[in-house]
Each structure stands twice: as C-alpha cells, then as structure tokens.
C-alpha cells in the first residue's frame, strides 16, 4: 500500500513512516503542502494523510484541490485542531476520517486498515469469499482456507489485495509494481513472485490472462 504523509514536525514526521514502513506500507513524506500534491499529482497513493496546519499549502487546501480535479484518493487528517467548526468541515471538504493529536501509532494504523477496507475494497467485510474456498481478512491482509492461514510473504499479501481490490478485472504489471513495490522493478521479478504464489494456493485462484496481467475472479 502506497501512503503519502504530509506532517511539518519532523520528529512525528518520522516516527509515523517508521511505523508505518514495519508494517509493510510504503510512505512518501513531505514537511509542505506543495510538495505533497505535486507528488500527489506524479503517482498514485492508496491512502493520504495530511495535517491541517502545514507550510505553503495547507492539508485542507490539499483537499479542495484534489476534490476539484476528481481526485478520490482516502484523506485522513491528522490534526492538533479540536475546534467542532472545522472538524465539521474536515468532512464536508471530503476527509473520510480525522484524528486527533496526540494518538497511539497503533490508533492511526487502525484507521488506515479501516479506511481501506471502506473505501478501497469497498467492503464493511472483515472477511471477502474467494473461489475455490478461499477468504480474505481485510483488515489483517490475510489469506485463508478452510480456517488455515495461508503462509505469505508481506509482498505476496499485498498481490492478494490489490487483486481482491480488482475482482474480475485484470491487474497489470505496472499496477502490482506501483502497489506492491512502490519502485521500478524489473518486470519479469514481478512475474517470478506472482508465480511462486500461485504455486503455494489450490486451483487456479490467480489467473494468468496472457499479455495483459492476472486476476481473481469473482466467486
């Protein structure tokens, strides 16, 4: 999961990617708004969380901006404002949540797995049924069979959900490289890993759709 974090203290700035890199995700962070939505601009994130009270732009600009050109992307905002007036218009403008500081870093890994679920996977499932028996724990990014966890790899769990966040339709290449990876990677590595998945599940679970991409089909 690609995340941008937009926070101009440094020390928290720091901590939040930290955690959030042990968990598996992958986090740009920038101290300034501009910055953030010219990144926002040049690649696709999975989840932004944004302070309000940043330099140059703040995060509820950030916000309207993106709103205006289209742009769905999940915002959290993570804020020091507890005024109830601009909580009000956090949401208005099109936050899915906010969160106030100070906050534990497990609060806001939380709410990240929560907006996900919601608004990516569009489920408020903790669990989505796959073909050949197979469910999928959306908040855990787990992968299950016959209530037997299936062993896999932080990579391997986020080609499993980027897949089940496509039932049906057809994941290419460069999807799995911006979503999995975050990084330009050789093509035929992306293609290794994927196969040595399919060999770990029963069936034909990960279908291979020859020169486009591969897919989970809806069960």
């Given at each position: 999961?690609?995340?941008?974090?937009?926070?101009?203290?440094?020390?928290?700035?720091?901590?939040i990617k930290e955690y959030l890199s042990d968990c598996g995700f992958f986090v740009d962070d920038?101290?300034?708004?501009?910055?953030?939505?010219?990144?926002?601009?040049?690649?696709?994130?999975?989840?932004?969380?944004?302070?309000?009270?940043?330099?140059?732009?703040?995060?509820?600009?950030?916000?309207?901006?993106?709103?205006?050109?289209?742009?769905?992307?999940?915002?959290?905002?993570?804020?020091?404002?507890?005024?109830?007036?601009?909580?009000?218009?956090?949401?208005?403008?099109?936050?899915?949540?906010?969160?106030?500081?100070?906050?534990?870093?497990?609060?806001?890994?939380?709410?990240?797995?929560?907006?996900?679920?919601?608004?990516?996977?569009?489920?408020?499932?903790?669990?989505?049924?796959?073909?050949?028996?197979?469910?999928?724990?959306?908040?855990?990014?787990?992968?299950?069979?016959?209530?037997?966890?299936?062993?896999?790899?932080?990579?391997?769990?986020?080609?499993?959900?980027?897949?089940?966040?496509?039932?049906?339709?057809?994941?290419?290449?460069?999807?799995?490289?911006?979503?999995?990876?975050?990084?330009?990677?050789?093509?035929?590595?992306?293609?290794?890993?994927?196969?040595?998945?399919?060999?770990?599940?029963?069936?034909?679970?990960?279908?291979?759709?020859?020169?486009?991409?591969?897919?989970?089909?809806?069960?």
């Amino acid at each position: 999961m690609n995340i941008l974090l937009l926070e101009d203290e440094y020390s928290l700035r720091m901590s939040i990617k930290e955690y959030l890199s042990d968990c598996g995700f992958f986090v740009d962070d920038f101290r300034n708004g501009e910055d953030a939505i010219d990144a926002i601009y040049s690649k696709t994130y999975d989840i932004l969380l944004l302070d309000i009270k940043v330099p140059k732009k703040s995060g509820m600009a950030v916000l309207r901006e993106l709103r205006e050109a289209k742009i769905k992307t999940p915002v959290i905002f993570i804020s020091s404002i507890t005024d109830m007036e601009q909580l009000e218009k956090s949401y208005e403008a099109g936050c899915c949540d906010y969160v106030r500081k100070p906050f534990e870093l497990k609060e806001l890994y939380l709410r990240i797995m929560q907006a996900y679920k919601s608004n990516i996977l569009k489920t408020t499932e903790d669990f989505l049924s796959l073909p050949y028996g197979y469910r999928f724990d959306t908040k855990k990014l787990i992968l299950k069979k016959d209530e037997g966890e299936i062993v896999l790899t932080k990579k391997e769990a986020l080609i499993i959900a980027i897949l089940v966040e496509n039932l049906g339709s057809v994941v290419t290449i460069d999807d799995f490289q911006n979503y999995v990876w975050g990084e330009d990677i050789d093509p035929t590595n992306i293609r290794v890993q994927i196969n040595n998945l399919r060999k770990k599940l029963d069936g034909n679970l990960v279908v291979n759709v020859r020169g486009f991409g591969y897919k989970i089909d809806k069960n």
